[in-house]
């Protein structure tokens, strides 16, 4: 529960920062790209100013990313929905996805056939999708496997769960799984806080699972990290399955059935 707090008070910080100064800094920065490739274009590759400038726009490029994703992450206040196939989001994805994770990592996407729809904003579940591969490969500096897969899990099935604020139901579990180094209950117990990273500074934002997590609670979902120190973590996202008639339904027409008596 505390850390359920410590998300929401941290959530807030983001909303002020994104609303407040995100914007006015992404113009600097914007202005700091600017000049950057300007004084390139007057160096030389071999001249010593050509090394630093190179910083400097590296710099800049970080912190534009971190402003991008501060204000994505506040944006997921007004997320739009859509009736979405997630197997259809998966191929058309791959080639993106391939780029993500690097020539170390293999790649594998199983998707099973007949997947449910469900409701999510498709732009906010590819980001998620890109985090946490992005993550994945990070967990991974000597290679591994990423094994990204799709299917439907039946009504029966969650029934089994024993876990707390779990409704049963039709989900589309969505498994991203990697062979990476794992991590500690310490660290798990923090990874969806805005800002937790144990990313050194300049490559870590702590704002990719925390963006994750929003996205999930907004579609009406569950995410469950399992992770083992070693062998490698697996992220579990369980988004409920859409029904056509759910937003169809004349509900006037059930009320006038007559009572059974
Ligand atoms: P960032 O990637 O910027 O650190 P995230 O919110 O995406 O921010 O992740 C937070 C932390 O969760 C990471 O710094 C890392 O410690 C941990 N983590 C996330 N995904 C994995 C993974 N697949 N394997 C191991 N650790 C992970």
Redesign the pocket.
């Known amino acids: 529960l505390e850390a359920r707090y410590a998300q929401s008070q941290k959530m807030e910080v983001v909303g002020k920062l994104a609303g407040g100064i995100a914007h006015d800094f992404n113009n600097m920065l914007t202005a700091i790209l600017g000049f950057s490739d300007m004084l390139l274009a007057q160096h030389r590759p071999k001249d010593v100013a050509y090394k630093d400038i190179t910083s400097i726009k590296a710099s800049a490029n970080r912190a534009a990313e971190l402003v991008r994703k501060l204000l994505a992450l506040a944006r997921q206040q007004t997320l739009q929905n859509e009736i979405i196939n997630l197997g259809a989001v998966l191929t058309d994805q791959v080639n993106l996805l391939k780029g993500i994770v690097s020539e170390k990592c293999d790649l594998k996407i199983e998707s099973a056939p007949d997947l449910w729809n469900v409701m999510v904003d498709r732009h906010e579940f590819e980001q998620a999708l890109y ?1 946490l591969a ?3 490969k ?2 991974m500096p000597n290679g591994g496997t990423i094994t990204i897969s799709a299917r439907n899990v039946s009504e029966r099935e969650t029934q089994k769960f024993e876990l707390r604020e779990f409704k049963p139901g039709e989900y589309v579990l969505i498994e991203v799984a ?1 062979t ?4 500690s209950r310490e ?1 798990m117990e923090k ?1 969806f806080e805005p800002f ?4 050194p500074v300049g490559k ?7 963006s994750v997590y929003g996205m999930v609670k907004q579609s009406g979902g569950y995410i469950y990290p399992d ?1 083992e120190a070693g062998k490698g ?1 697996t992220f579990r996202i369980y988004l409920p399955r859409y029904h056509a008639d759910e937003d169809t339904a004349p509900k006037t027409l059930q009320r006038s059935k007559p009572e059974p008596k």
């Open positions: 985090n992005g993550n994945a990070d967990a990697d990476g180094e794992g991590m660290v990874i937790f990273t144990t990313k870590g934002t702590g704002l990719g699972l925390a992770s973590t």
